[in-house]
T-cell receptor
Framework: DTEVTQTPKHLVMGMTNKKSLKCEQHMGHRAMYWYKQKAKKPPELMFVYSYEKLSINESVPSRFSPECPNSSLLNLHLHALQPEDSALYLC????????????FGPGTRLTVT | GDSVTQMEGPVTLSEEAFLTINCTYTATGYPSLFWYVQYPGEGLQLLLKATKADDKGSNKGFEATYRKETTSFHLEKGSVQVSDSAVYFCALIRIQGAQKLVFGQGTRLTINP
């Protein structure tokens, strides 16, 4: 099973709302990632969790707040977003070895109004 | 820094045509190389990988060979189908250093019946 699941599939939120994106994997992977993808562009890395600890933050604005409650779950808490934050948010996981590939979820399509 | 360069798209072919999407990279050390595919409205799927020089990755009729002397990882398929229409991303990850996938800009492929 190489599945990464993400919920919700679509999300529309206002600039004053607070919402969360969820990601789950049951492959025993120890590294999990959040990416942001704008239309016609490659994914941009936002955060990396390795063994449930935040190991990389790519200078992401504080209105995005990641959380890794356990090794299978990854959340992205959203607050006071801007319209330019509208994008496809992708979660990925990998076994944890730096040579291994990353497996992506289907993404959450976020629209900020 | 590390980088990946892909041939610019979009690429339009007829069904059963031969496909080549060029990919070259710049990296220190010995990166692992990947091709990901993204179908409309979906996340990224790992298509194939190669972890060392002269490795050939293959999947679903697609192939790519890790050429260290030319720093290339070109994607090929002998006979494309309409269902191959998608965006293809070449990517690398270094063995040393942070667990960051470095993506090319993506190549949009359209196959006409």
């Amino acid at each position: 099973d190489t599945e990464v699941t993400q919920t919700p599939k679509h999300l529309v939120m206002g600039m004053t709302n607070k919402k969360s994106l969820k990601c789950e994997q049951h492959m025993g992977h120890r590294a999990m990632y959040w990416y942001k993808q704008k239309a016609k562009k490659p994914p941009e890395l936002m955060f990396v969790y390795s063994y449930e600890k935040l190991s990389i933050n790519e200078s992401v604005p504080s209105r995005f707040s990641p959380e890794c409650p356990n090794s299978s779950l990854l959340n992205l808490h959203l607050h006071a977003l801007q319209p330019e934050d509208s994008a496809l948010y992708l979660c990925a996981s990998s076994p944890g070895d730096r040579t291994y590939e990353q497996y992506f979820g289907p993404g959450t399509r976020l629209t900020v109004t | 820094g590390d980088s990946v360069t892909q041939m610019e798209g979009p690429v339009t072919l007829s069904e059963e045509a031969f496909l080549t999407i060029n990919c070259t990279y710049t990296a220190t050390g010995y990166p692992s190389l990947f091709w990901y595919v993204q179908y409309p409205g979906e996340g990224l799927q790992l298509l194939l990988k190669a972890t060392k020089a002269d490795d050939k990755g293959s999947n679903k009729g697609f192939e790519a060979t890790y050429r260290k002397e030319t720093t290339s990882f070109h994607l090929e398929k002998g006979s494309v189908q309409v269902s191959d229409s998608a965006v293809y991303f070449c990517a690398l990850i270094r063995i040393q250093g942070a667990q960051k996938l470095v993506f090319g800009q993506g190549t949009r492929l359209t196959i006409n019946p």
